[in-house]
């Protein structure tokens, strides 16, 4: 079975294989991330009460902490692929990593964004170097970095190799923001979900945080997948079954 | 109406609100309009570039 498995993995390594598989996939998660999406939301503004302390800007929470969770998954997801491409040489890992940088760098705008947005009307300031923010700042650097660094080395395996070290080393950043609410005596409040308490919100903000953290998820893999098979097709235009799928599209 | 109005004005906070849910909204739907058009580009680039190859082979 574990040999069976391998061989599958093998298989869709391969980016002649994966290519289909990401087409065939696509619509699913991109139809998930739509429900998800229209429940979370529906949850988010018509079911949850208006916050007693807040009013209503803590609906700010449903998309601030999906948007800061998926800027930081996505971020190790991609030092993963990254790793694995500088180690083993796997073109596909090199691929599935730059695509995707740019979302995660969106969702770390985001999550920056959402925080100013949310954080002017309780703090009273759209920004404050605190240790939270300061690192989820970092992020978005390093996602620039990892970006640029790419994209000025025209040889993509060299390219490849130069940005994955950014992105391996840029992970030790993730653990700091995650920690950094506890570590220091930050502004940001503490964290609100852990796998260690119980929440501390009500059920329906609780839930509509939750679906809409699958929602990011699900339209985090659509899109990766969508840029992942337009890097193959760069990437892969000098071999036959590119140019033969580009000719029969015509 | 006013039931209407009320939701849009977000108990006073609709500026933080919706000026974070819309550019949030914005910034998804033009990544996903960007890599469609991405796509479109590049196939019509990669089938030029073999129609052309194709020519010089003849």
């Known amino acids: 079975m574990a040999f069976q498995n391998s061989i599958i993995w093998l298989y869709f390594s391969s980016p002649k294989n994966f290519y289909p598989l990401a087409g065939k996939l696509i619509p699913v998660f991109a139809v998930l991330a739509v429900v998800l999406t229209v429940i979370g939301l529906y949850i988010g503004f018509f079911v949850a009460p208006t916050d007693y302390q807040q009013g209503d800007s803590y609906r700010i929470i449903f998309i601030h902490v999906p948007a800061a969770w998926m800027s930081m998954f996505i971020y190790i997801v991609m030092a993963m692929y990254a790793f694995v491409g500088l180690v083993w040489n796997i073109k596909m890992s090199e691929m599935m990593a730059s695509a995707m940088a740019p979302t995660g760098a969106m969702f770390a705008f985001i999550a920056l964004w959402t925080g100013a947005l949310w954080g002017k009307p309780t703090w009273g300031a759209y920004w404050v170097w605190d240790a939270r923010l300061t690192s989820e700042l970092i992020l978005l650097f390093l996602y620039i970095g990892f970006m640029s660094l790419e994209s000025a080395i025209d040889d993509p395996r060299r390219a490849a190799r130069a940005s994955a070290l950014i992105a391996v080393v840029g992970v030790v950043n993730v653990p700091i923001i995650y920690f950094s609410v506890k570590w220091w005596n930050t502004l940001h409040q503490g964290a609100s979900v852990s796998p260690t308490m119980a929440p501390k919100m009500a059920a329906a903000m609780l839930n509509s945080m939750m679906i809409m953290v699958f929602a990011f998820w699900m339209y985090s893999i659509a899109v990766v997948l969508m840029r992942a098979r337009n890097i193959i097709l760069e990437r892969e235009k000098q071999t036959t079954w590119v140019q033969e799928l580009v000719t029969n599209k015509k | ?58």
Do not use: P
Not at chain 2, 33 to 41: A, D, E, M, P, Y
């Open chain 2, 1 to 58: 109406m006013s039931d209407i109005s009320e939701f849009f004005a977000m108990g006073g906070y609709a500026f933080y609100v919706w000026g974070s849910y819309g550019v949030t909204a914005v910034f998804m739907l033009i990544e996903v309009i960007l890599v469609i058009r991405n796509k479109r580009t590049i196939l019509q680039r990669l089938a030029r570039m073999v129609r052309m190859n194709t020519q010089v082979d003849k």
